[in-house]
């Protein structure tokens, strides 16, 4: 099986961007390092769509070559990612998984159509595994993280925590959605930490 690695930023008061969902830098020199790090370790690194919208991100490792970088995934059930995208600049292999209502195909990337209306995750981490893909790195955003811990495809979930406070009663959390219950909240194992320069990261495991 493919081991889902959810790795991403937060303010200390749980706050990944302010209000406006524009990309905020959180993480110290250190964790940046750290996570560059991380980055040439896996086999593929994924993102939703509205993170590409938001922060048009290259999830590629600098000097590394196309074949060398690790494939890039997008989660795009209704096929928004623009053309322009950074994701699509042929720095690296891209996969974009899209529902069935989605007839759209991209020039710089291949095109999967996994479920009807949402992308179904099972399914698309099969489709990656029978591509020989063993460890995936997710960045973001809220809405995808929240689903995959909702269907129990996380096997290592790495925050940190940056030294700064957003606020904002709409700014985005790590993992969004529609949210839980106390009661019904996932439980995750402490597997360790690490002071970062000004920050700390927290590692845990699925329980």
């Not at 524009?22 to 690194?45: F, G, H, N, W, Y």
């Not at 000097?63 to 950074?86: C, F, M, Q, W, Y």
Request: contains cysteine; glycine residues 12%.
């Amino acid at each position: 099986m493919i081991r889902v690695i959810v790795n991403c930023a937060m303010s200390a008061d749980g706050k990944i961007a302010g209000c406006d969902r524009r990309q905020t830098r959180i993480s110290t020199p250190e964790d940046m390092q750290r996570v560059k790090a991380l980055r040439r370790s896996v086999d593929a690194i994924m993102v939703g769509v509205g993170t590409v919208l938001a922060d048009d991100p290259h999830l590629t490792v600098k000097h590394l070559g196309p074949d060398e970088n690790p494939v890039r995934v997008v989660i795009d059930s209704k096929g928004r990612t623009p053309d322009s995208a950074l994701v699509l600049d042929g720095r690296a292999r891209t996969l974009v998984f899209h529902g069935e209502g989605c007839d759209r195909m991209w020039e710089g990337a291949e095109s999967f159509v996994c479920g009807r209306d949402r992308v179904d995750l099972r399914r698309m981490l099969g489709i990656l595994e029978e591509m020989g893909i063993a460890t995936l790195m997710v960045e973001g955003g809220g809405e995808l993280i929240a689903s995959l811990f909702d269907e129990d495809l996380v096997d290592e979930y790495n925050v940190f925590i940056g030294p700064m406070v957003i606020g904002g009663r709409c700014s985005p959390t790590p993992a969004d959605g529609d949210g839980r219950d106390g009661k019904d909240a996932i439980r995750l194992r402490f597997a360790g930490s690490e002071v970062l320069g000004e920050g700390v990261l927290l590692r845990y495991l699925r329980i």
